[in-house]
């Protein structure tokens, strides 16, 4: 079975400022990797995902991630952090085959101080 | 195109008491999953559709959830004799199909049992 770890439940970052939010999987087969963001009493937004092509994925509002298979990470981030990105990030995980699932981490609140 | 639609957005129940939930997924997407969200947490699943087909429900907690998608489109969640514990965010999400699809969110229904 699959698993995320989300290191981190709260990070603070200044406007401005790099966002590094961390995330590590465990799958026993290769993985479809996602990010999602979620703002209050709102569903979850995707970000970007891996899907074995490109390692480096690009996604909205600035957001990029890497996946590495040999570290089993699949960072995000953002060079400058706005007020606007404070929200709860979520990195998930699901793979091919007939459960089609995702596999959530605990998750990650972003502050952006001003 | 309208997005993944769920009512009521918040249920309040006396515990003992019967809910159902109700999800509208996208036009032409062929699978919908239930995930349960609990304060704090990241969602975790609860069970898969594939068109009518109930697929997976190993992340039901217990007999009293019951799911169905008669005709492939709009699906419920049933909770019989609703617990305490089952005071959770319902996320339904919907997809085009494979594991590596987006899976789009609802903007869920918080359900309190008092």
């Known amino acids: 079975a699959q698993s995320v770890t989300q290191l981190g439940s709260h990070v603070s970052v200044s406007e401005g400022a790099l966002v590094l939010l961390r995330c590590n999987y465990s799958?026993?087969?290769?993985?479809?990797l996602f990010w999602y963001v979620q703002y209050p009493n709102q569903g979850l937004q995707l970000l970007l995902k891996y899907t074995s092509a490109a390692t480096l994925v690009k996604g909205i509002n600035g957001f990029e991630a890497e996946f590495k298979k040999s570290e089993t990470s699949f960072h995000l981030t953002k060079p400058s952090a706005h007020m606007s990105d404070a929200a709860e990030y979520f990195c998930?995980?699901?793979?091919?085959?007939?459960?089609?699932?995702?596999?959530f981490g605990s998750g990650t609140q972003l502050t952006v101080l001003p | 195109g309208a997005g993944v639609s769920q009512s009521p957005r918040y249920k309040v129940a006396k515990r003992g008491q019967d809910v159902a939930l109700r999800c509208d997924p996208i036009s032409g997407h062929v699978s919908l999953f239930w995930y349960q969200q609990a304060l704090g947490q990241g969602p975790e699943f609860l069970t898969y559709?594939?068109?009518?087909?109930?697929?997976?429900k190993s992340g039901l907690p217990s007999d009293r959830f019951f799911a169905e998608r008669p005709e492939g489109s709009v699906s419920t969640l049933k909770i019989q004799r609703t617990q305490q514990e089952d005071s959770a965010v319902y996320l339904c999400a919907s997809s085009l199909g494979t594991a590596a699809d987006t899976q789009y969110f609802g903007p869920g229904t918080r359900l309190t049992v008092l």
């Open positions: 998930a995980v699901s793979v091919s085959g007939s459960a089609r699932q995702l596999t």
């Open positions: 559709f594939q068109n009518e087909a109930q697929l997976d």
């Open positions: 799958s026993s087969v290769p993985p479809y």
